[in-house]
């Protein structure tokens, strides 16, 4: 059996993942990297709109501080973010991002020549740091080039099938080459989960292809807590017809939402901040008026930049304008953009602490697929490139210091990895012994339509239970699914048989966190119980496997100086 090994090892090549290797290569330990795709094809790339730290390089009425920006955080998680993990990420996060330019990152400029900083939703001040409307692509591009100075090596194309635990301690993982058509363990004293989101459970999202949350599904099934999994943030304005993002950052430079008639409908939702709210609230709207009659064919509003002029939109959102214009074929200068909203963050994950340490020894977790928590119950636009950047450094070095492994006898360490292995490859047989009753991709769908349809916006008791049902439904077929191709080389389906796998259980606690919390707060909105109620529910939900499905459990929220208050804009 081929073992290979390392200090730390890092599942994703997304910011998250790229900024915790770099940290932890400067202690010198040996640190890999792990991805399913080229670490330049992640997620992370697409980000548009931008970074938030409040640098106040834009003149406002009084100067903008870390303070603040944790403020409009807290109060934009609907008050279930923990404030010290804000603090920390506030605070800390002035210096990563002004770090991320020093490294060569190249944001947008005031006339001054500072990194020029755009209103965005939710924030009282323009603190959004912005490389036109391509921030993630800049950001990411440069952490790789620092990955590349470093010699820090990457699996490309390698795929994270399971954990290896012993003793409640995780060892390291099983991964698939996918080019060697291989099975390969792999040890690590410390191994990083950074796999991103899962918005690819629902029908409509933002999100990639590649982003099914099976990093949230392997720490799950190892026995570590998923946190706050009901809280799934729906973006108010992706382009109708193929759900791509048009950021917010287009309202942040001015855009504006009209229904049908012709009217700015975010003055009866939020008459002070208009289409600057945060995002539960703008989307929410939006889908109000859709639903009761006031948008375009039933299914969507308008977003208008045709006032700004073409340079404006030249210079701060070209790469909106192609969008609009290569898949609606809509050019924003001259006309409205056909919007809906869609599934497109998830605020819920493995939890973490502020280190990104997971209750379990030898596992980390940061970045989206992590919950630390600094979301709450809603993420501002803008902080999640700044969480990535915060915590997948302190990630990174936490894990270079830390001496988990306790199992000091390699034989005993290659023991236990052949075991894993074994079992795996039986489990494999299995799989390849059965006989195909039906294609993985009409679970899939029923999946997909079911999380849109039953677990989207609105929300309710039947609707939800009507989902309880049918997910575990889906659950029992999938153990039948059979799959064609019988060998290792380049199985695309057997990949996508796993990440399915994964899909369903995080779906399944999502389902049952969101019948369970009997409120409405953030994202998470029960129309059978509309309002927010801290008495009861001002506390983190704890999602632990079991075979019978998800136990929920409860954790207080961390309170410093921001007593829960009303949430007006
Ligand atoms: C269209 C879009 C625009 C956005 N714009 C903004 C914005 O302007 N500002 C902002 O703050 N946020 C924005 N966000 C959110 C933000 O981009 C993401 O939350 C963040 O980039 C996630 O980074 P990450 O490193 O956690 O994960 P990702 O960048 O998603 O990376 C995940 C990595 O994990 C790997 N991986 C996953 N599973 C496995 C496995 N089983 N085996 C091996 N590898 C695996 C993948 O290959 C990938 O490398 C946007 C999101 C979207 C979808």
């Known amino acids: 059996m081929e073992l290979l090994s390392h200090d730390v090892l890092i599942i994703g090549g997304g910011l998250a993942g790229l900024r915790a290797a770099l940290e932890a290569k400067k202690s010198g330990v040996d640190v890999a990297i792990l991805s399913k795709v080229h670490p330049l094809r992640s997620h992370s790339v697409a980000a548009q709109g931008g970074v938030n730290a409040a640098l106040h390089n834009v003149p406002a009425p009084i100067p903008d501080s870390w303070g603040n920006h944790a403020f409009d955080t807290i109060k934009g998680s609907d008050y279930l973010a923990d404030q010290d993990a804000v603090e920390v990420m506030c605070r800390e996060g002035i210096d990563r991002v002004v770090e991320m330019e ?39 591009h440069t952490l790789y080039e620092q990955i590349i100075g470093q010699n820090i090596p990457v699996y490309e194309e390698w795929y994270a099938l399971s954990l290896v635990v012993h003793e409640e301690r995780c060892l390291g993982i099983l991964a698939y080459s996918m080019f060697k058509g291989q099975i390969i363990p792999i040890h690590a004293k410390v191994t990083i989960l950074a796999t991103g989101g899962y918005g690819r459970i629902y029908l409509r999202s933002t999100n990639a292809i590649i982003n099914t949350g099976k990093g949230c599904s392997l720490a799950y099934r190892a026995g570590v807590p998923l946190q706050d999994m009901e809280f799934v943030q729906f973006h108010p304005t992706s382009l109708f017809g193929t759900n791509i993002l048009i950021t917010e950052g287009a309202r942040g430079e001015g855009g504006y939402l009209k229904n049908a008639q012709g009217k700015r409908f975010m003055e009866d939702y939020a008459p002070h901040l208009m289409e600057l709210g945060p995002r539960d609230i703008v989307a929410r709207a939006i889908q109000t008026e859709i639903d009761e009659g006031r948008g375009f064919e039933g299914e969507y509003v308008l977003l208008d930049l ?39 963050y998830s605020m819920g994950g493995i939890s973490t602490n502020m280190d990104g340490e997971t209750p379990m020894l030898g596992l980390f977790a940061a970045g989206e697929c992590a919950c630390v928590s600094v979301h709450g119950a809603n993420r501002l636009g803008g902080n999640s490139l700044l969480e990535t950047l915060v915590f997948g450094k302190r990630a990174g070095e936490k894990a270079a210091s830390s001496r988990s492994s306790n199992i000091q006898n390699q034989k005993e360490v290659t023991k236990i990895f052949q075991q894993n292995l074994h079992q795996f490859q039986k489990d494999l047989e299995e799989i390849f012994m059965r006989e195909i009753q039906e294609p993985s991709f009409k679970l899939r769908e029923e999946m997909k339509t079911l999380m849109t349809y039953q677990v989207g916006i609105f929300r309710n008791a039947s609707s939800l239970q009507f989902a309880k049902e049918r997910i575990r439904d889906l659950k029992e077929r999938f153990h039948r699914l059979g799959i064609k191709q019988k060998t290792l080389s380049f199985n695309h389906e057997l990949v996508q048989y796993f990440e399915l796998e994964g899909m369903l259980d995080i779906s399944q606690v999502i389902i049952e966190g969101a019948l369970a919390r009997r409120e409405s707060r953030g994202s998470h909105f029960r129309t059978d119980y509309p309002q927010r109620d801290d008495e009861h529910w001002l506390r983190h939900t704890l999602a632990y496997h079991t075979p019978q499905g998800p136990k929920l459990e409860y954790k207080p929220v961390a309170i410093t100086s921001y007593p829960p208050k009303k949430r007006e804009y």
Do not use: V
């Open 306 to 344: 045709t006032h700004l002029g073409r340079e404006k939109i030249m210079n701060r959102l070209p790469g909106i304008r192609q969008i609009a214009m290569d898949f609606a074929g809509i050019d924003p200068i001259s006309d409205p953009i056909p919007i809906q909203p869609a599934q497109h």
């Open 102 to 140: 020093h490294w060569g990152t190249l944001f947008s400029r005031t006339e001054d020549g500072r990194i020029a900083q755009r209103p965005f939703g939710g924030a009282g001040f323009p603190r959004t740091c912005y490389a036109a409307d391509r921030t993630g692509h800049n950001l990411l």
